[in-house]
């Protein structure tokens, strides 16, 4: 037994009653697909038995894009190839195809008669063919949308009906709206998602009289109040008498909300007298200038209960209605504007709504054809889903089952920015469907091209080419075994750059567009949270990308987070134009086979495929000149496994990352991820070995941002990341041994992070007084001409600078303030202790130092000497006394001297000749010196 046919329901009274059921008995109401509609009474008891309990958190049919959207979609023709007989379905016999003609004049009556005779003996594939009439797609749509086991076939031929070959048969898809073309071959009717555009002005009605049908309740009056100019003058017309209550109410909130020129006429517009009536008295109030036509009825029935005087009645008001409106109008007249309002249901069909679907239809056709004869009248229909709020879809109280089945209602809001965008629009088209999310049925054909086999894009959720993407993937280390090779504190952690490659196949899924290559551009790329996998379990990630005004807005969720956080987002924007080569490097590049760099086996937790730093140039902790590589003959190794697609669009991921990663060294004693990019552009696939230029643009104690280029030998640019900030997510830690380069970046960032100085940058490299490192690293950290003066200090135009040399390695300091530096190789045997020198006046400082910190005298007073050398070279003389300040866990000692500060340390480091210990002072004023 038929819900929809025997008990005589409505589709949308089948939706709500089993929604009532399941939630009268414990379940979770269906999110079904509208051809629940169609179900029998037992069918509809499997599905409750089937649902899920409703304290059950299962994953919602729909699922959760980037976030809700209205868009506009306008119909169009595609090219339309027949399937080729080896893939196409078997095409129906003779017994199992119906073909029915629709001529011309077929009238109101004979289309409700073929209504019923399709229904009472439905074929197993229909084909209607016509040569333009109103109704034809209207039939089909509702054909197909209520009888789920029936194929459909719409076919215009404008020359003739005659004769429609085998146009569409074997073809696999449910519903085809084709039509032929002068030359013989065909197209076929689709939806095109509009790209958003931004608004310049704020659209309005235009001055005078503007017409509004349908009463004063409903999107129509309500978008018409919305849209009125100052000098609007509007008219609601309605069959409703004026002095009921309802609509003298509705005149008083419109006056109270900035509305006074409102006026209500009672008429009929299906009768051409009361319209003759109306019009005369509508232009006593000033020039008719708009039509807003949103005049109808919908008494839901199902295609058998459908008759010639129930279709007639639901046409009158929609199409009868405007043709007398236009015809009593006359050709002499000023109107600047017809808007009529009709619904999706006319563009897909429902189960139970044939009549308001084909009357909707009829209502397109004719308002298309008044657009083509009056070109200086700007006139639209515009194809509405639900509205929440307001509507017919709140009169019928249908929004809940709606929101089950897929479809989003669109907010009142939403809704008059959508009607506010079309009128902005000098190019939208005269037909606008205008929709919220919506479920996939099979009359909507949206024009697209097949959806990119990409790794994060394989499994598709959802998606509407031009508007948005929702995929699914499985993380494993069997499918990504990079994982294994990025793995913090031994667990595998996603790394950002491969979160930016499933974000930007995601923007390609979404987008009209079959492929998307370099350049490409990333805007606002946030990382909030790792997506990480825990033992030998996968972990699903979901993609979601939203096609907007700005750019494609992409997201990536962890499924294990019940809470839906967006783990990465970024918005994908239109690439600069690639910039001006960079200077090339005074050094030439290492070879691509040089092995690892040490810091991969003292600071970076990077193992396998992103092992890509070479060498360091230039290191400090605000500036890096780095040489990385990418992976080339035997390295190459698969990202994915074999089972997965392999194309990359950024190109090769561990390039990318080094290019991130090397910058760690600028905080070497801590936990530095990236969190935040600005933008990141990418030009070209990064080969061969590589340049990186970093530069810091601003920083606290925890947030480090850096401007950070990427180039090839000869200056090329491959890629630019502007505003990448970094994170510390550990605090300070004791170092261990660390690299010879490292330890000018850990002194720095340690400065800062004890309120000493907020910018000293301290290099320390390998290099020897008499070749001029100093001078030659000073003019790669500020691009100033730089020299030693009389004394044989640095100098360098625009700042301060100091250095100091122990073992043939550099310590060099520069800074806005005056600065002194100074470090000593702690003696390697005890023979060499007495050659530590230290002033007897100093002896009780480093005695007490030694107490505090539990480390050999002979230490304490090279502390103190390295300060007094420090000290020295900002003019302080022997007899400025020393004091303790304070001691910080890592052992760093903060001496006192007047009011300026020094502050030594003991390291470990690790150079080519290998492990030294030496003691770092460093010298600079409490307060800038003016």
């Known amino acids: 037994m038929s819900l929809l046919r025997d008990l005589h329901m409505t589709s949308i009274q089948v939706v709500d009653a089993v929604g009532a059921v399941a939630t009268r008995i414990g379940k979770q109401p269906p999110a079904t697909p509208l051809s629940l509609s169609d179900a029998t009474v037992g069918e509809a008891a499997n599905v409750l038995t089937d649902l899920p309990s409703a304290t059950d958190t299962a994953k919602p049919a729909t699922p959760t894009g980037v976030r809700g959207w209205v868009r506009q979609f306008e119909p ?11 893939n196409s379905h078997v095409a129906p016999g003779p017994g199992d195809l119906r073909t029915v003609t629709l001529p011309d004049d077929a009238s109101a009556a004979d ?15 229909l084909r209607v063919v016509h040569t333009g009439h109103p109704a034809a797609t209207g039939i089909g749509r509702s054909i197909a949308a209520e009888l789920p086991d029936c194929q459909v076939i719409v076919l215009e031929r404008p020359d003739s009906p005659r004769d429609p070959g085998d146009a569409g048969l074997g073809h696999p898809d449910r519903y085809l709206e084709l039509r032929t073309r002068p030359d013989g071959t065909l197209q076929r ?36 109040a919305e849209l009125a100019a100052d000098a609007t003058t509007l008219v609601f017309v309605g069959r409703t008498p004026a002095d009921d209550p309802d609509i003298t109410a509705a005149l008083r909130d419109l006056a109270n909300s900035g509305q006074p020129d409102v006026h209500y006429l009672r008429c009929d517009v299906t009768d051409p007298v009361s319209v003759r009536q109306m019009l005369t008295e509508a232009r006593t109030h000033g020039t008719l200038t708009g039509i807003i036509h949103g005049a109808g009825v919908n008494e839901p029935r199902t295609l058998d209960d459908v008759t010639a005087d129930s279709f007639a009645a639901t046409l009158a008001p929609k199409v009868d209605g405007l043709r007398i409106l236009l015809d009593e109008l006359g050709t002499d007249h000023d109107l600047r504007l017809l808007l009529g309002f009709g619904s999706i249901i006319g563009r897909q069909g429902l189960a139970g709504q044939a009549e308001y679907c084909i009357a909707n239809d009829w209502l397109r056709h004719d308002i298309e054809a008044w657009a083509q004869t009056h070109p200086h009248c700007r006139t639209h229909l515009l194809e509405w889903s639900v509205w929440s709020g307001v509507g017919m879809g709140v009169r019928l109280g249908v929004l809940d089952s709606l929101r089950r089945q897929g479809v989003q209602p669109i907010g009142i809001r939403e809704g008059v920015d959508a009607l506010r965008d079309v009128l902005a629009d000098p190019h939208a088209p005269v037909t606008v469907l205008i929709t ?17 086999l990409l790794r994060f894009g394989e499994h598709v959720r959802a998606r509407v080419p031009g508007v948005e993407a929702i995929t699914e993937a499985e993380l494993s280390l069997g499918s990504d075994p990079y994982l294994d090779d990025h793995r913090i504190d031994g667990t595998p952690v996603l790394p950002a750059v491969v979160a930016m490659e499933a974000m930007e196949a995601m923007a390609q899924t979404a987008s009209h567009v079959d492929t998307v290559s370099l350049p490409i551009s990333l805007a606002n790329v946030e990382f909030r949270a790792p997506i990480t996998l825990s033992g030998p379990d996968t972990t699903t990630i979901q993609t979601a990308a939203l096609s907007d005004a700005h750019g494609i807005d992409v997201v990536v969720r962890d499924s294990a987070d019940t809470t839906g956080t967006d783990r990465f987002s970024g918005t994908l924007v239109t690439a600069p134009e690639s910039p ?19 810091c991969y086996d003292t600071t970076f937790f990077h193992t396998g495929r992103f092992r ?3 060498r360091y140039d230039l290191l400090s902790a605000f500036r890096v000149r780095a040489w990385i590589r990418t992976e080339q003959g035997s390295d190459v190794q698969p990202w994915f496994s074999q089972f997965h697609s392999g194309r990359l669009l950024l190109g090769d991921p561990g390039a990318h990352d080094a290019t991130l990663h090397v910058l760690l060294a600028c905080v070497p004693h801590r936990r530095a991820l990236p969190v935040e990019v600005e933008r990141v552009t990418v ?21 480090y941002v850096f401007d950070v280029v990427l180039s090839e030998p000869d200056g090329t640019v491959v890629a630019h990341w502007q505003g990448l900030r970094l994170r510390a997510t550990t605090p300070p830690r004791r170092k261990g041994t660390l690299p010879v380069r490292l330890v000018g970046p850990w002194l720095s960032r340690r400065l800062i992070e004890c309120g000493l100085h907020d910018h000293v940058e301290l290099v320390t490299t390998p290099g020897r007084r008499k070749f001029g490192a100093a001078t030659a690293i000073l003019q790669q950290l500020t691009g100033a001409s730089a020299g030693h003066n009389l004394a044989g200090a640095p100098r360098v135009d625009g700042a301060h600078a100091s250095a100091s040399y122990a073992h043939n390695t550099l310590l060099l300091g520069v800074a806005d303030d005056p600065i002194g530096v100074d470090w000593e190789s702690v003696p390697a045997t005890p023979a060499h202790a007495g050659a530590v020198p230290c002033d007897a006046a100093d002896h009780p400082v480093a005695e007490l130092l030694a107490d505090k910190l539990g480390e050999d005298p002979t230490l304490a007073r090279l502390r103190v000497w390295t300060a007094r050398e420090a000290l020295s070279k900002l003019g302080y003389g022997q007899g400025e006394s020393l004091r303790i300040d304070r001691i910080t866990e890592d052992g760093l000692t903060i001496l006192r001297a ?20 030496k003691v770092t002072a460093v010298a600079c004023p409490r307060e800038r010196r003016p």
């Not at 030009?683 to 643009?697: C, I, M």
Request: charged share 20%; proline share 13%.
């Open 898 to 917: 007047g009011s300026d500060h020094v502050v030594t340390a003991k390291v470990h480091t690790t150079d080519a000749r290998g492990a030294q210990v």
């Open 189 to 224: 009717a689709a939806l095109n998602a509009r790209p958003p555009q931004p608004r310049d002005h704020e659209p309005r009605l235009p001055d005078g009289v503007c017409l509004v049908t349908g009463g004063m309740r409903g999107i129509t009056a309500y978008t018409a």
């Open 111 to 125: 289309v409700a008669a073929l209504l019923t005779e399709i229904t009472d003996h439905p074929p197993q594939t």
């Open 76 to 86: 169009i023709w595609l090219p339309f190839e027949p399937p080729a007989t080896a």
């Open 612 to 614: 890509r730093l070479l």
């Open 436 to 452: 919220a999310r919506f479920p996939t049925t099979a009359t909507l054909h949206l024009a697209a091209e097949s959806a990119p």
């Open 683 to 703: 030009w070209r696939e990064p080969t061969g070995v590589l340049r990186v230029d970093a530069v810091e643009t601003s920083h606290t104690h925890d947030d």
């Open 580 to 598: 001006v080569p960079q200077h090339r490097s005074d050094q030439p590049p290492p070879s691509p086979d040089a092995g690892p760099h040490e």
